[in-house]
């Protein structure tokens, strides 16, 4: 039988950590926090690196800039402005507490797969690094996040699970509990780069592209409706929860990406409606 316990609860309120900080006459506004996102507007041509790490910046100055689940203390931010100055500021970072959960009752295939099934996870990992790769030059990043259906939160983002005893690697997405075949809507526009019914892992699974590096990954789907290419605008429909991959039970596991970096969705929008 399925058993699940949360040893420690994390309780934020997402509004809490937003901040607002302008550098020579760049704003940037979001979550300076394991996990958040940030906004970034400047004049066009504005050039922005983040630990040395160079930031694609939209022709309009807009970017944006992630703090993966285990981002240091302090971060270098540089920013080479249009009239030739240039600016260097420590970000504080701030540190956040993880859940332990423990999770019992998975498949011995899923906790131990056969080298058939390997050559299927890597094959499966490579198309999910091409999805994430092809950088698009859409400023959705910018605009509103929504929740893309509403249930109870089962599972919270940077949590160390604990699956029949063995620790394993952390939880990156947010879980919502529905019954199989509920709807579920984008989180934001964007652009579909992934979609496939069946991932080893995560089931059915979409990757949604909100261009310069943010990402959304729906996963555990029963059903996906919308093709790779397609674009998607807030309140469309795009799949259907299910149980499919390494999940327990049906509901939607939803993650986001800022490039390579594990971001917290729920920092993203407002408190799960009742």
């Known amino acids: ?3 699940i316990l949360l040893v420690l609860t994390l309780l934020f309120t997402p509004k809490l950590w937003a901040e607002e900080l302008v550098l020579g006459g760049v704003s940037l506004n979001g979550h300076f926090i394991q996990g958040g996102l940030v906004i970034g507007r400047g004049l066009p041509g504005t050039e922005v690196s983040l630990d040395e790490q160079k930031v694609r910046v939209s022709e309009q100055g807009l970017f944006s800039l992630g703090f993966d689940r285990d981002a240091p203390a302090t971060m270098q931010l540089s920013l080479a402005l249009p009239d030739g100055s240039t600016l260097a500021h420590r970000l504080d970072i701030a540190r956040r507490d993880y859940n332990i959960q423990r999770i019992e009752g998975i498949a011995k295939k899923i906790m131990s797969p056969s080298e058939q099934d390997l050559k299927r996870i890597r094959a499966e990992a490579a198309q999910v690094r091409a999805a994430r790769a092809a950088i698009q030059q859409r400023e959705d990043f910018a605009g509103q996040f929504v929740w893309p259906l509403t249930g109870p939160i089962t599972g919270v983002f940077g949590s160390q699970r604990v699956y029949n005893g063995q620790p394993k690697r952390p939880h990156y997405g947010v879980d919502v509990a529905a019954p199989t075949g509920t709807p579920l809507s984008t989180p934001a526009s964007g652009i579909v780069t992934l979609a496939h ?21 729906l996963m555990h789907l029963s059903k996906v409706l919308v093709k790779v290419g397609d674009v998607v605008q807030p309140g469309d429909i795009v799949a ?16 986001m990406n800022w490039y390579q970096s594990r971001i917290d969705p729920q920092l993203l929008v407002e408190a799960m409606p009742k």
Do not use: N, Q
Not at 205 to 217: A, K, Q, R
Not at 240 to 255: F, I, M, N
């Open 240 to 255: 259907e929860v299910g149980a499919s991959g390494r999940a327990t039970g049906p509901h939607l596991d939803w993650r």
């Open 197 to 217: 019914d069946d991932m080893f892992y995560s089931g059915g699974t979409l990757i949604i592209d909100h261009g310069y590096g943010v990402s959304s990954t």
């Open 1 to 3: 039988m399925l058993k």
